[in-house]
């Protein structure tokens, strides 16, 4: 019997079924490949799922329009991947395929770059008059630089209509395009010289680049685990061979990219959110033809179409940046080992502080484990030291010892790093007459007080109002900021040290477009200064002549109720305090806190981090706890915490099968943010495959049941926030 030809469909929409078309006779078509459907009155782009499946009898099909292109937009091994992905995390099919696809694509744009046009002048001068800047600047330009192309000089400031206004006057022609960039395959630099110590982990890393491994490369701060990776690829990637490298946060690492392009040439390319759609499709375009790309990419690069991947490395693996909150809530880091054990290759994952689940993989010998436990060079790990603040006086936050401890390190010329976990200027605005505390009318939460603007904002929701002198409630004049924000303490050490520049970096300071920039200049310049900021300063920086750490207060994870609070906080404080010390000098670390005699503090500092892991794991276990245990929680948010509660409590005895245990129902942490009421059932298992199947089921009753209006459900596999 020959197969009936039809198609399965996936579209763009968070809907857990898919579409059956018939294939016109002209047509073949292959799974993952893109094409346009009619969708009621609408024209779709659409994904081939399936075809030759047996239509529903006494249904007539509608046709597929056309194929946007002859070849699958997601071939076999990324089309595979995504439908794993779409599985194990419960997200609708059609979105975690669009995923995949660039922004255009999504659109049903056509999988090819417009030709970039390039510029040569057409005249000797500029005929224009002389109070036209713009536009004898933008000549000029094209003069000196002839070939340049329109993304260029839009990059440079100047606008298209200027550029066809110079044409009109037949002032500029386009010259002959060449278009496309050919990639260098290799650029000048041999592999690194690996140290002693470098060189023997690098021989516990796998040799075969054609097999299925992971290891887990656990090197401590400022040890070189970059220059591990280089090597690694350098020595084993052929020439015509794809790799991926995942970070963090693009954006805060520019020293990263430049130092792989050293090594690499342009066959390093980056991903990230900063990125427009036309570089997003270019990329794109160059991964999924094959090109031998190195791809220094954030969490979404692991979903991208390579076609001869060879080798994924995954920087800072612990990082959480790497699960997505909302929508598709896939670990990047997760996918990155699924999908070398799809495509059989190796896999790396490399942190000075991996996370509980990575080192308990290496413990139980599932991944291999490279240890680097050497600073390169000649920097020695820092000294970290707890500074007991309990009846000391601070100033905004600051001991004594500390704004010593500060000042000398300036006099030697040297540069010091202020940690505090929160921006604004203050955490809470309080009336000491009345014990007032403004909230957020919207959340239930605390309001931010941020001075330089004068306002008062939530952290969890848009809502924003102006600072006031006065207590809204009793008009006290005795309301009062409240604890540490990175914009007091910026301004404490500001009067204490008036000759020193300050440099402040978190998310408000680093809004701008290449601010990012314009600070790593500054403190790369080695001149003495403080930085002070939240934990975008945490995250693999190398800054050689910061020698000492400080942080305000350590005391957040350690009663926290989320079971990874004590986990994130030792991997912080770890991180931020390896920033001191990394070049010849030394390193000192000051932890201000009001529990000087806590044993996690105190093992902190012995600076032991593989015992401290194994503390917290040994605590895990009794707790039957991930990553003994897999983990899901079902969230429901409604206007009510009424609604969301009953719709949980409606599930419960369906959730409560042999095998599954299940926590709740409960109200959030924060139960209410931007006015909607959160609750949460958490449901927890030995057996990952049989909480699967009861998710599976209790996603497509939810599915087709019909709920209070506005109350919403969703999923979240192997959670990385419990509150
Ligand atoms: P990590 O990522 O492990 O914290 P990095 O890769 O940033 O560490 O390396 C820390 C510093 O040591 C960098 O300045 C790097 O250039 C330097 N470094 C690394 N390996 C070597 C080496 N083999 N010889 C000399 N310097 C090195
Ligand atoms: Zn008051
Ligand atoms: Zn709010």
Same mark, same amino acid.
């Given at each position: 019997?020959?197969?009936?030809?039809?198609?399965?469909?996936?579209?763009?929409?968070?809907?857990?079924?898919? &579409?059956?078309?018939?294939?016109?006779?002209?047509?073949?078509?292959?799974?993952?490949?893109?094409?346009?459907?009619?969708?009621?009155? /609408?024209?779709?782009?659409?994904?081939?799922?399936?075809?030759?499946?047996?239509?529903?009898?006494?249904?007539?099909?509608?046709?597929?329009?056309?194929?946007?292109?002859?070849?699958?937009?997601?071939?076999?091994?990324? &089309? !595979?991947?995504?439908?794993?992905?779409?599985?194990?995390?419960?997200?609708?099919?059609?979105?975690?395929?669009?995923?995949?696809?660039?922004?255009?694509?999504?659109?049903?744009?056509?999988?090819?770059?417009?030709?970039?046009?390039?510029?040569?002048?057409?005249?000797?001068?500029?005929?224009?008059?002389?109070?036209?800047?713009?536009?004898?600047?933008?000549?000029?330009?094209?003069?000196?630089?002839?070939?340049?192309?329109?993304?260029?000089?839009?990059?440079?400031?100047?606008?298209?209509?200027?550029?066809?206004?110079?044409?009109?006057?037949?002032?500029?022609?386009?010259?002959?395009?060449?278009?496309?960039?050919?990639?260098?395959?290799?650029?000048?630099?041999?592999?690194?010289?690996?140290?002693?110590?470098?060189?023997?982990?690098?021989?516990?890393?796998?040799?075969?680049?054609?097999?299925?491994?992971?290891? +887990?490369?656990?090197?401590?701060?400022?040890?070189?685990?970059?220059? +591990?990776?280089?090597?690694? #690829?350098?020595?084993?990637?052929?020439?015509?061979?794809?790799?991926?490298?995942?970070?963090?946060?693009?954006?805060?690492?520019?020293?990263?990219?430049?130092?792989?392009?050293?090594?690499?040439?342009?066959?390093?390319?980056?991903?990230?959110?900063?990125?427009?759609?036309?570089?997003?499709?270019?990329?794109?375009?160059?991964?999924?033809?094959?090109?031998?790309?190195?791809?220094?990419?954030?969490?979404?690069?692991?979903? #991208?179409?390579?076609?001869?991947? !060879?080798?994924?490395?995954?920087?800072?693996?612990?990082?959480?940046?790497?699960?997505?909150?909302?929508?598709?809530?896939?670990?990047?880091?997760?996918?990155?080992?699924?999908?070398?054990?799809?495509?059989?290759?190796?896999?790396?994952?490399?942190?000075?502080?991996?996370?509980?689940?990575?080192?308990?993989?290496?413990?139980?010998?599932?991944?291999?484990?490279?240890?680097?436990?050497?600073?390169?060079?000649?920097?020695?790990?820092?000294?970290?030291?707890?500074?007991?603040?309990?009846?000391?006086?601070?100033?905004?936050?600051?001991?004594?010892?500390?704004?010593?401890?500060?000042?000398?390190?300036?006099?030697?010329?040297?540069?010091?790093?202020?940690?505090?976990?929160?921006?604004?200027?203050?955490?809470?605005?309080?009336?000491?007459?009345?014990? %007032?505390?403004?909230? $957020?009318?919207?959340?239930?939460?605390?309001?931010?007080? %941020?001075?330089?603007?004068?306002?008062?904002?939530?952290?969890? $929701?848009?809502?924003?109002?102006?600072?006031?002198?006065?207590?809204?409630?009793?008009?006290?004049?005795?309301?009062?900021?409240?604890?540490?924000?990175?914009?007091?303490?910026?301004?404490?050490?500001?009067?204490?040290?008036?000759?020193?520049?300050?440099?402040?970096?978190?998310?408000?300071?680093?809004?701008?477009?290449?601010?990012?920039?314009?600070?790593?200049?500054?403190?790369?310049?080695?001149?003495?200064?403080?930085?002070?900021?939240?934990?975008?300063?945490?995250?693999?920086?190398?800054?050689?002549?910061?020698?000492?750490?400080?942080?305000?207060?350590?005391?957040?994870?350690?009663?926290?109720?989320?079971?990874?609070?004590?986990?994130?906080?030792?991997?912080?404080?770890?991180?931020?305090?390896?920033?001191?010390?990394?070049?010849?000098?030394?390193?000192?670390?000051?932890? /201000?806190?009001?529990?000087?005699?806590?044993?996690?503090?105190?093992?902190?500092? /012995?600076?032991?981090?593989?015992?401290?892991?194994?503390?917290?794991?040994?605590?895990?276990?009794?707790?039957?706890?991930?990553?003994?245990?897999?983990?899901?929680?079902?969230?429901?948010?409604?206007?009510?915490?009424?609604?969301?509660?009953?719709?949980?409590?409606?599930?419960?005895?369906?959730?409560?099968?042999?095998?599954?245990?299940?926590?709740?129902?409960?109200?959030?942490?924060?139960?209410?943010?931007?006015?909607?009421?959160?609750?949460?059932?958490?449901?927890?298992?030995?057996?990952?495959?049989?909480?699967?199947?009861?998710?599976?089921?209790?996603? /497509?009753?939810?599915?087709?049941?019909?709920?209070?209006?506005?109350?919403?459900?969703?999923?979240?596999?192997?959670?990385?926030?419990?509150?």
């Amino acid at each position: 019997m020959t197969q009936p030809r039809t198609a399965r469909i996936a579209l763009n929409r968070p809907l857990r079924r898919l &579409f059956d078309y018939s294939i016109p006779d002209d047509l073949e078509l292959t799974p993952g490949q893109r094409v346009k459907v009619p969708f009621g009155r /609408q024209i779709l782009t659409g994904l081939v799922v399936e075809t030759g499946v047996q239509p529903p009898e006494g249904i007539a099909l509608k046709p597929v329009q056309a194929a946007l292109e002859p070849w699958p937009a997601l071939p076999d091994g990324t &089309f !595979r991947l995504l439908t794993w992905a779409s599985d194990y995390y419960q997200h609708p099919l059609g979105e975690c395929l669009f995923t995949a696809l660039p922004p255009a694509l999504r659109r049903g744009r056509p999988a090819a770059l417009k030709p970039d046009e390039q510029w040569q002048t057409a005249a000797n001068d500029a005929a224009l008059p002389a109070n036209a800047h713009r536009q004898i600047a933008l000549f000029n330009t094209i003069k000196t630089a002839p070939g340049i192309t329109t993304s260029a000089l839009v990059q440079s400031g100047y606008s298209r209509a200027q550029i066809r206004s110079l044409e009109q006057k037949e002032l500029i022609q386009q010259s002959i395009t060449t278009n496309v960039q050919p990639l260098i395959p290799e650029a000048a630099l041999p592999a690194p010289v690996l140290s002693d110590a470098q060189q023997k982990a690098a021989g516990d890393l796998p040799e075969n680049t054609q097999q299925f491994s992971a290891s +887990l490369l656990f090197g401590i701060t400022g040890s070189g685990k970059t220059e +591990l990776y280089l090597h690694y #690829l350098k020595t084993r990637l052929q020439h015509d061979e794809q790799a991926l490298v995942l970070v963090p946060e693009i954006n805060l690492t520019p020293q990263t990219v430049a130092r792989f392009r050293r090594y690499f040439g342009n066959r390093i390319q980056v991903w990230h959110s900063a990125l427009n759609d036309g570089e997003r499709l270019s990329t794109w375009l160059k991964i999924r033809n094959g090109e031998p790309v190195i791809l220094i990419g954030t969490r979404s690069a692991v979903l #991208l179409p390579f076609t001869h991947l !060879r080798t994924i490395i995954v920087d800072e693996e612990h990082d959480s940046s790497y699960k997505q909150g909302e929508g598709f809530r896939y670990s990047g880091r997760d996918v990155a080992v699924y999908r070398a054990h799809l495509n059989q290759c190796p896999v790396i994952l490399g942190s000075a502080t991996p996370s509980l689940e990575s080192w308990h993989n290496a413990s139980q010998g599932k991944y291999n484990l490279a240890r680097l436990e050497q600073r390169a060079g000649n920097a020695k790990p820092p000294e970290l030291t707890l500074l007991d603040i309990r009846s000391r006086p601070l100033e905004a936050g600051l001991a004594r010892p500390a704004l010593t401890a500060i000042k000398e390190t300036l006099d030697r010329g040297e540069q010091a790093l202020v940690f505090v976990n929160r921006r604004g200027f203050a955490p809470v605005m309080m009336c000491f007459d009345c014990g %007032h505390m403004e909230e $957020c009318p919207r959340c239930d939460t605390r309001l931010t007080y %941020h001075r330089r603007d004068r306002a008062m904002r939530c952290h969890h $929701c848009d809502f924003q109002t102006a600072a006031s002198h006065t207590c809204p409630k009793c008009k006290s004049e005795n309301f009062k900021p409240v604890g540490q924000g990175t914009e007091r303490t910026e301004e404490t050490l500001a009067e204490h040290f008036p000759d020193t520049p300050i440099v402040r970096v978190d998310r408000d300071s680093t809004q701008r477009k290449g601010s990012i920039q314009a600070i790593l200049k500054k403190v790369n310049s080695g001149e003495p200064c403080i930085l002070v900021g939240t934990q975008m300063l945490a995250k693999g920086h190398d800054f050689p002549n910061v020698t000492l750490v400080t942080v305000v207060n350590a005391d957040g994870g350690l009663f926290s109720v989320d079971f990874r609070a004590p986990e994130q906080m030792v991997q912080t404080l770890l991180q931020v305090s390896g920033r001191a010390g990394r070049g010849d000098k030394p390193g000192k670390v000051l932890i /201000q806190t009001c529990h000087s005699d806590h044993p996690l503090l105190n093992a902190l500092c /012995q600076g032991n981090y593989p015992a401290i892991a194994d503390q917290l794991l040994a605590e895990r276990e009794s707790g039957l706890l991930p990553p003994f245990r897999a983990m899901a929680i079902l969230r429901a948010e409604a206007d009510t915490m009424q609604n969301s509660l009953q719709l949980l409590d409606s599930l419960k005895p369906m959730a409560s099968t042999p095998g599954v245990e299940v926590w709740g129902p409960l109200p959030a942490v924060i139960a209410r943010k931007a006015d909607r009421h959160r609750a949460q059932l958490i449901l927890v298992s030995d057996h990952r495959k049989q909480l699967n199947r009861l998710l599976t089921y209790l996603c /497509q009753y939810l599915d087709q049941t019909k709920l209070p209006s506005n109350t919403k459900w969703m999923v979240d596999v192997d959670p990385q926030e419990t509150g």
